[in-house]
């Protein structure tokens, strides 16, 4: 569960830093860290101070999963 109240639109919602480290399983602190490393890996930018597009980080993770699992995951 995302611990804070999400800023935005419901269509699409932005994210603090400390609401995407929940997402990744993370401690803010590590995700501020590695920061500049996940955007190397095509992690989206913060669209405003600090502030992250919740459909970007998403479509982000979907990149990162194996190609069959996503596969199987698709609706038929």
Avoid: C
Avoid at 41 to 68: C, E, I
Wanted: proline fraction near 11%.
């Amino acid at each position: 569960m995302i611990d804070g109240p999400i800023r935005g639109t419901i269509e699409r919602p932005l994210l603090t830093g400390k609401q995407v480290a929940e997402m990744l399983g993370q401690r803010p602190a590590w995700f501020y860290r590695r920061h500049p490393e996940l955007e190397r890996r095509g992690f989206p930018k913060p669209v405003t101070r600090g502030l992250y597009d919740s459909r970007a980080v998403h479509a982000w993770l979907d990149a990162q999963m194996n190609p069959k699992l996503r596969k199987a995951l698709e609706p038929q």
